[in-house]
């Protein structure tokens, strides 16, 4: 934990995203349900990006490729199993 970058955004007093990296990798990225399709995550994006170092990389659950592919990653290989957890290796393009 000592080695992540965290940050968040807050709306109406709640928060609302948070984004954590640990380098140029990032490690948590989350928009709170009710929040969503509104642009929050990726203003949150842009804004630790343009704080990161080059290139940003991500493992991506199944669930979250299509959210990084709009936010301009790339996979840079199939879909991957470790520790039985699924990821898709992505960098931003």
Do not use: C, K, W
């Given at each position: 934990m000592k080695t992540l970058v965290t940050y968040g955004t807050y709306t109406d007093g709640r928060l609302?995203?948070?984004?954590?990296?640990?380098?140029?990798?990032?490690?948590?990225?989350?928009?709170?349900?009710?929040?969503?399709?509104h642009g929050i995550g990726r203003a949150?994006?842009?804004?630790?990006?343009?704080?990161?170092?080059r290139p940003m990389t991500v493992h991506s659950s199944p669930y979250a490729v299509e959210i990084y592919r709009r936010l301009g990653?790339?996979?840079?290989?199939?879909?991957?199993?470790?520790?039985?957890?699924?990821?898709?290796?992505?960098?931003?393009?």
């Open positions: 609302a995203g948070v984004l954590a990296l640990r380098g140029n990798h990032i490690s948590l990225f989350f928009v709170r349900e009710e929040v969503q399709g949150l994006f842009q804004y630790a990006a343009a704080r990161a170092g990653f790339v996979p840079t290989a199939e879909e991957q199993v470790e520790d039985g957890i699924r990821y898709t290796p992505m960098r931003l393009a």
